[in-house]
């Protein structure tokens, strides 16, 4: 039986569209109370990284158990975080385990209409890094690929030879080059208007 704990719970990741949020909106004051504490903060930021219960959570902020839990409480409470599971402790205690409600959260101070225009243009831009990062890996992929089967029985590529002689894989050179050209393009959008 203790090879069965602690358990790993099975986690549904977050929504992937960005949660766009004015200072004026009513939901403002509490996310902006919930996030006015450094801890809050940091117990948000590394539930980004991955969905954890409280004493782990308390663990990573280095603060009591209490603490974590009042923060994530109020958390909770402003809608930025969200019971994600359960898991069972050494001891085979039942925890709640929390992760954040949206992926991206963005506050912005403006007009109600600059909301949808911003959602429209976060939302456009997260699904061109998607489709970018996807791409990245299919070009790493074929690369991989064509490496094992020319690579003479060897069965592996150096990779700084498949990169180019620069240390970096063909499939990072994709997407940090098409970056480079959202950026290009985000600009050159920007300053047309």
């Known amino acids: 039986m203790a090879d ?8 549904e990741p977050a929504s992937g569209e960005p949660r766009v949020l004015g200072v004026d909106d009513d939901d403002a004051d509490d996310v902006l109370g919930a996030l ?8 948000l930021s590394a539930l980004h990284e991955e969905p ?43 925890m709640t385990v929390y992760g954040p409600t949206d992926e991206p959260l963005v ?7 600059d909301s949808q225009g911003l959602r429209s243009a976060l939302g456009r831009f997260f699904g061109a890094v998607t489709v970018l990062g ?9 690369v991989g690929n064509e490496a094992n089967t020319t690579g003479g029985g060897v ?19 994709v997407f940090l080059g098409g970056l480079v050209v959202l950026g290009c393009v985000a600009f050159w959008t920007y300053y047309r208007r």
């Not at 069965?155 to 050179?173: E, K, W």
């Open 36 to 43: 006015s504490s450094a801890t809050a903060r940091e117990l």
């Open 52 to 94: 954890a219960p409280p004493s782990r959570l308390a663990e990573r902020a280095d603060t009591s158990i209490q603490n974590a839990q009042y923060h994530i409480e109020n958390l909770h409470e402003a809608d930025l975080i969200e019971k994600r599971g359960t898991q069972y402790s050494e001891k085979g205690r039942e």
């Open 155 to 173: 069965g592996t590529m150096d990779a700084t030879a498949a990169s180019g002689g620069n240390g970096l894989p063909p499939g990072a050179l």
């Open 107 to 113: 506050l912005f101070a403006g007009d109600e209409s």
């Open 134 to 142: 996807a791409v990245s890996l299919v070009v790493q992929q074929a």
């Open 4 to 11: 069965l704990l602690p358990s790993d719970p099975d986690i």
